[in-house]
């Protein structure tokens, strides 16, 4: 069982200059404390991804930190230029010892996708392309490919990742038709939603690896991830999460709100804290609730890999860096050799 | 009188991480030591830049240091996507208390454009639209644009740069037809050339500010690029710079190589340090030796600029450190003493 931390670095209300800042101070701690990875989302246009370029927040994630591995979560494939991921990909990987991980997706935001000029009825072929290219490139000494979307001709590939031949996978998905690709490739897979939903993607995961004679014992992470805030009291961390929530709620339907459109996702993600901790979507309290929280989602899930938005809306950076210390100390201990 | 320095981040021959590593701590002494600005080159496909994502190791640069303002020199605008390099430009001015510095360029290399995909004869259209669309982003808070390459409907604007309107501009040039631009905007150039171009290039952008009624004391950076060495000895330093030049001008050719081309600027780079400082486009030397030099050089050409390469090829990172540190001490004091404003 191991435990990551997932970020939107959605508005937090504050100067741009200051959230990075705390962000960056978050993260020093989970660093220190153990988590195994950090996943930051990419958004374009909306105030609920200020690291839109995710990259440029990542590579200061490495300089802050020494043993966490970090990625995007996931990189919008469609949205780059594909020599200049690969540039970023190897870079990154570098210049955090072999740190990097490789989220990879296409992005399922039309609005997202129409703001960046990004044919949205194209992008699934798009990424489907890229990716191909995108393995190709980070192990290709010269990069040949002659595709529908992409064509380039003896390309000299001077930068090279760490990791060989590339850094590990990662993919986001809900559905279990989704589940076919990754498992077949070994690629970690992070889900959300309700949780016999996530069984449900579970299960086709592992069957789909048992059909090619993938064994349990080497499964990749496969995370589910949720709103979690822990305080000393349960009353106190609702206190914090509720008005948390409210910021970062309104961070994730500006764009659709803005466009008189809606994601149909409020099954998911409700309005209010209370709704999402009713729903079993998300968990606010102290160490003890919050451990009986992750032992219930994880049994019924049966997933091995629980990744928490630590921070989010508009949460002050003390009650998040106690978040951290309290779950770190007093949540995780208690799963470790599980 | 100010100084900076430029880098291409070129091959050293060390692994990557080291390599990237030895940067960061040398930009760290660049920051203690006081210089103004780190100019990053942006090169793709060539052992000349390995740093070809430049906003990624310029966001560790602000990570790592605490004063040194740094940017491109240049990012080349039609290798962006647009909307990517106003959040990547907003991002690091914010991630950097402001301290971003925003060099442009079309590309000059016809290779390196050819291998990212690009046709070389539409770059410079697609540059003037990038542009025109990167001032337009940094500054609105939605953002339409309909260009001959570009297409963007009222795209919602979230990121903004700390520094109004947007980040200080920087431009790169190698004759005086191309400053008129940066006179009439304020933009700060970094030259390279020969002093008689250096001069005449100098001459060119405070005539034009002139004409146009600018303020003399608003003047922006007029700069000079060359490769420097400082050691404590003439001897040292020469020794240092020629192996290090050597694998430098090595990493240079390396594309013009695969395509059996010419550099445009072949003249301007010789095959050794030693031509190189006879025409006058470097120094390696003692303390007194690079002061001098400067010294000469700025009074020669006007520049209030000065911006040494000093780390390049495979020059150990001690030696490069040993070059800043003397560098600090003993070059800048002397010439800023000399150069005290009126």
């Not at chain 1, 919050?290 to 921070?311: G, H, M, P």
């Not at chain 2, 002061?291 to 390049?312: M, Q």
């Amino acid at each position: 069982m191991k435990f990551g931390v997932f970020d939107h670095l959605d508005d937090a209300g504050i100067a741009q200059e200051q959230l990075f800042d705390n962000r960056l101070r978050l993260v020093e701690a989970y660093d220190r404390t153990g988590f195994y990875g950090y996943h930051v989302a990419e958004h374009h246009a909306t105030p609920l991804g200020l690291a839109a370029s995710p990259g440029i927040y990542l590579s200061a994630v490495a300089q802050h930190t020494k043993q966490l591995r970090f990625g995007p979560m996931v990189y919008l494939l469609p949205f780059y230029h594909p020599i200049r991921l690969i540039e970023e990909i190897c870079m990154l990987d570098r210049m955090s010892h072999g740190r990097f991980q490789l989220g990879v997706g296409r992005g399922v935001s039309q609005l997202e996708s129409a703001a960046y000029d990004v044919d949205f009825q194209k992008s699934g072929k798009q990424y489907h392309e890229g990716f191909q290219l995108l393995m190709k490139g980070l192990s290709d000494e010269v990069l040949n490919f002659d595709g529908e979307y992409y064509r380039f001709k003896d390309i000299p590939m001077i930068l090279k990742p760490l990791q060989k031949p590339h850094p590990p996978l990662w993919y986001g998905l809900v559905f279990p038709d989704q589940a076919t690709w990754p498992a077949a490739n070994d690629v970690n897979i992070i889900t959300l939603g309700m949780s016999d939903g996530i069984r449900a993607v579970v299960d086709r995961y592992h069957a789909e690896r048992a059909k090619h004679g993938k064994d349990r014992s080497t499964s990749p992470l496969v995370g589910v991830t949720r709103h979690v805030v822990v305080a000393k009291t349960d009353d106190e961390a609702m206190k914090i999460a509720r008005r948390a929530y409210v910021k970062w709620e309104n961070s994730f339907y500006w764009l659709w709100e803005r466009h008189k459109a809606d994601p149909h996702i409020r099954h998911i993600y409700p309005g209010t804290f209370d709704e999402l901790v009713k729903i079993g979507n998300g968990v606010a309290g102290s160490p003890e609730t919050v451990r009986k929280y992750i032992a219930q989602e994880t049994e019924k899930t049966d997933t091995n890999y629980f990744v928490s938005w630590l921070c989010f809306g508009d949460m002050a950076v003390e009650d998040a860096l106690t978040s951290t210390e309290l779950f770190a100390r007093e949540v995780m201990p208690t799963f470790a050799g599980k | 009188m100010k100084f900076g320095v430029f880098d291409h981040l070129d091959d050293n021959k060390i692994p990557l991480g080291q390599f990237y590593e030895n940067r960061l701590k040398l930009a760290e002494a660049y920051d203690r030591a006081g210089f103004h600005a780190y100019h990053i080159a942006e090169h793709h496909s060539t052992p000349l830049g390995m740093g070809a994502s430049p906003g990624i190791f310029m966001s560790a640069v602000a990570q790592r240091t605490k004063n040194i303002k740094f940017g491109p020199l240049v990012y080349l605008l039609p290798f962006y996507h647009p909307i990517r390099l106003i959040e990547e430009v907003a991002m690091l001015d914010q991630m950097s208390n402001g301290r971003f510095q925003l060099g442009v360029g079309r590309g000059v290399s016809p290779f390196e454009t050819k291998f990212y995909g690009l046709d070389f004869a539409q770059t410079q259209g697609i540059y003037h639209e990038a542009f025109q669309l990167l001032m337009k982003g940094l500054t609105s808070e939605e953002l339409t644009f309909e260009g001959k390459y570009f297409n963007f409907q009222k795209v919602p604007m979230l990121l903004r740069p700390i520094q109004k309107p947007h980040p200080p501009l920087w431009y790169g040039t190698t004759i005086p037809e191309n400053t008129p631009w940066p006179a009439a905007n304020d933009v700060n150039i970094v030259i390279i050339g020969l002093r008689n171009t250096i001069e005449a290039c100098v001459a060119r952008y405070t005539e034009e500010r002139s004409r146009l009624g600018k303020d003399p004391k608003t003047m922006p950076l007029m700069g000079a690029s060359k490769h420097v060495v400082v050691a404590d000895t003439d001897a040292e330093a020469m020794k240092i710079a020629r192996r290090g030049y050597a694998t430098w001008r090595d990493s240079f050719n390396w594309l013009f190589r695969r395509f059996n081309a010419e550099p445009r600027i072949a003249d301007l780079l010789p095959p050794t340090f030693d031509e190189l400082m006879k025409i006058g486009n470097g120094v390696a030397g003692s303390p007194e030796t690079v002061r001098d030099w400067i010294k000469a050089e700025v009074e020669a050409t006007g520049i209030n600029y000065f911006v040494s390469w000093l780390a390049f090829g495979d020059i150990a990172y001690e030696e490069s450190l040993r070059s800043v540190e003397l560098y600090s001490q003993k070059v800048i004091p002397a010439l800023t003493r000399q150069h005290a404003p009126a």
